[in-house]
């Protein structure tokens, strides 16, 4: 009898890493939007840009690179660290694809309009640079930690049965 082969992966059903050519799209258009209205607005009317998103992203970015490292040192079993729960791990790689998505979009918002503060020569415009700046850093924080969590939930390489030795195998029910 044959072993049946394992479906390629990415096949239906599967979830595949994020592409960064996702977010790098998805922060061009992000960033193209946000040009694109704010260069129809009179931007000295406008109320001064909140840093309460900033500070989000940047708080976010922090909770999911503390989440990397404990997961990861739990997935590896470190001394000292209990097992991690399967379930817990497939809603952090949930997470840091929808962070990731968000990161971009959001930086991608923040890089258009930052650059459009800088063409902008008002006292408005020279009063917000710091808070687009911010944003847009913690834009790119999140998506880096968002992919750094991805990336720790792997489950490392496990040696396959060929490259054991035939004492080392495990006895498996079935045909022989």
Known sequence: MT???????????????TRISTLVVAGLAAAAVAWLLISFLYYD??????????ITLAALAVLEAYAAINTRGRIERRPGREPVNPLLV?????????????????????AGLTGWLF?????AAQNDRSVAGAG???????????????????????EDDEDREPGDRESRPGPR
């Open 119 to 123: 063409v902008e020569r008002t006292d």
């Open 136 to 158: 847009l850093l913690a834009g790119l924080a999140l998506v880096a930690a968002a992919l750094w969590l991805e990336r720790s939930c792997r489950v490392p390489e496990q």
């Open 45 to 54: 009317y406008l109320p001064d840009l909140p840093w309460l998103p900033a």
């Open 3 to 17: 072993r049946s082969q394992t479906p390629p992966p990415g096949g239906p059903g599967r979830m595949g890493p």
């Open 90 to 110: 497939a809603r952090f790689v949930v997470l840091a694809k929808a962070s990731a998505l968000a990161g971009a979009i959001f930086a991608g918002f923040y």
